[in-house]
């Protein structure tokens, strides 16, 4: 089975805190792809970031930053310093060769209070 | 002109009327998608369209009819929609169907059944 979990519903922190979003996937095929998608208030999802299964080397962009550990089935995001306009809800999602369809996770809905 | 656009971003429709959301890519992809996002719920994927011929249907009610004239545009008529059917609905393209790319998403249109 195919299964994308963000166990944390919601995170609050203060600006200027880091703040970790944590994606656990499942999935038996070998050659996979990995997103992250931001949708901040106004609807619109962003694209994030995409790794293969292939490249677990970590992704560093300004303040995010990608922790991809096969080992743990585990892609975490990271936002060091964290600004108010980082309010959004981030999601995970996964696909695969086998099955083209994006699977994605519930979402992390984070808020940064000034 | 930004990637991906959608018309009416807000629509207010009785349950017997007909109206069509209208999305446009100007980013020279391959793959058009829709999406309905409903509170607490994950991403439902509705339609994909590849080289403008439908490659996944995932069980829409027929109420809801895609159109892909060509590969920048993409519609979606609604005719005797339920209140359930009240959602954001989101339009997305990709380079090809494949599902290795990344989507890239319009700001969706806020659709409410009444």
């Known amino acids: 089975a195919q299964k994308v979990t963000q166990a944390q519903t919601e995170i609050s922190v203060v600006e200027k805190e880091d703040v970790t979003l944590d994606c656990v996937y499942e999935t038996r095929d070998t050659t996979y792809y990995l997103f992250w998608y931001k949708q901040p208030p106004s609807g619109e999802l962003v694209f994030l970031i995409r790794?293969?299964?292939?490249d677990e080397q970590n992704e560093i962009s300004g303040r995010y930053s990608w922790n991809f550990q096969k080992s743990t089935s585990s892609f975490n995001f990271t936002i060091t310093a964290s600004q108010v306009v980082d309010s959004a809800v981030y999601f995970c999602?996964?696909?695969?060769?086998?099955?083209?369809?994006?699977?994605w996770g519930a979402g992390t809905k984070l808020i940064i209070k000034p | 002109e930004t990637g991906v656009t959608q018309t009416p971003r807000h629509l207010v429709m009785g349950m017997t009327n007909k109206k069509s959301l209208k999305c446009e890519q100007h980013?020279?992809?391959?793959?058009m998608y829709w999406y309905k996002q409903s509170a607490k719920k994950p991403l439902e994927l509705m339609f994909v369209y590849s080289l403008e011929e439908r490659v996944e249907n995932n069980s829409v009610p027929s109420r809801f009819s895609p159109e892909c004239p060509n590969s920048s545009h993409l519609f979606l008529h609604l005719h005797t929609l339920q209140p359930e059917d009240s959602a954001l609905y989101l339009c997305?393209?990709?380079?090809?169907?494949?599902?290795?790319?990344?989507?890239?998403f319009g700001p969706g249109t806020r659709l409410t059944v009444t």
């Open positions: 980013l020279g992809h391959n793959a």
């Open positions: 790794r293969n299964s292939f």
């Open positions: 999602a996964l696909t695969m060769d086998s099955n083209y369809q994006l699977i």
């Open positions: 997305a393209s990709s380079q090809d169907g494949t599902g290795s790319d990344e989507q890239y």
